[in-house]
């Protein structure tokens, strides 16, 4: 079985004024964070604001991510979304495109039983004959996995992961201590390190995109047991962290990333542009961390 180790950005979605998928910035992205040693990218998800796409456009973003990275390293694509059927095509639409995997948010909105949730899953990774990495992200999914239903889903042979955005570190390891052979991915940046304490050897994070070499580095250091050093570095990066959630993840990303020359646009309306002052705790923010 494959396995997963390191640094997987979660990727944004560049746009232009029309909202349309600007594949220049994206390759900017995508070359300035392989240059800093990641693993693969994660596309197509929350920070891809996948729900704010059209699904042409979510199989246009998946199939430009794969032809940019051309197999230097993994693809895994969320395909998730509301129906079973259209994620199946979704799942199938990524396959072509040549992914490594595929992950799949829950069903939301509706409030599904666990046996719907469950079914769903085995039906895209029957249909798709694909690699799935189960998505957990109960804040934002609103669906909140137990930890034996996780154990059930992983011991499906085409379930070989899970992405665990969640703070929930005690579910994480035992994840990693029952589930041996299936990827564990850490979920949320600003815990890599106690992630890595308890077994985690993959991440998936959103704040990547912009500062790939500090985790890197991160895991560098843990790996080399110079824990000093690595806690050195999350401290780095929770602090530039801390500013992106008081002005807004998705938003602020984007403004670091135009900070540091590339124009990746705004995201999707309802969310807004950043004002001036926005810019101007990021500029902070990018000082504290890379120095002036
Ligand atoms: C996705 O699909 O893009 C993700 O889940 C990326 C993971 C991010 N989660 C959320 C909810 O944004 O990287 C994290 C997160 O932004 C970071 O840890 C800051 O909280």
Redesign the pocket.
């Known amino acids: 079985m494959k396995q997963f180790e390191g640094i997987y950005p979660?990727i944004i979605t560049p746009i232009d004024e029309d909202e349309e998928i600007n594949e220049k910035a994206l390759a900017q992205v995508i070359e300035k964070t392989i240059g800093q040693g990641v693993s693969g990218f994660?596309v197509s998800?929350?920070?891809?604001e996948s729900f704010l796409l059209r699904d042409e456009q979510r199989v246009q973003l998946i199939k430009a991510v794969c032809a940019i990275v051309d197999g230097r390293c993994d693809v895994i694509a969320?395909i998730g979304t509301f129906s079973t059927r259209a994620s199946i095509k979704m799942a199938n639409a990524a396959a072509e495109c040549g992914v490594t995997a595929i992950s799949a948010v829950p069903p939301f909105y509706f409030s599904y039983s666990k046996r719907e949730i469950v079914q769903y899953y085995f039906d895209i990774a029957e249909a798709s004959g694909m690699p799935v990495i189960l998505y957990n992200?109960p804040?934002?999914s609103g669906v909140s996995f137990g930890t034996e239903e996780l154990v059930e889903l992983l011991a499906h042979d085409g379930i070989v992961g899970v992405k665990q955005?969640t703070m929930d570190l005690m579910q994480t390891e035992a994840l990693v201590r029952t589930c041996r052979d299936k990827a564990v991915f850490n979920?949320?940046?600003?815990i890599l390190l106690p992630a890595l304490s308890v077994g985690v050897r993959a991440s998936?994070?959103?704040?990547f995109s912009i500062m790939a070499d500090v985790f890197v580095q991160l895991k560098k250091a843990f790996d080399a047991g110079d824990m000093e050093r690595a806690r050195y570095l999350q401290g780095k990066g929770n602090g530039m962290?801390r500013t992106l959630?008081e002005i807004g993840?998705f938003p602020a990303i984007k403004g670091v990333l135009k900070l540091q020359g590339i124009d990746c646009g705004n995201c999707i309306k309802p969310f807004q542009p950043l004002r001036p002052e926005d810019y101007q705790k990021l500029e902070k923010a990018l000082v504290d961390l890379y120095g002036g």
């Open positions: 979660a994660y998800g929350s920070t891809g969320n992200i804040k934002m955005t979920g949320h940046d600003e998936i994070g959103s704040t962290i959630l993840i």
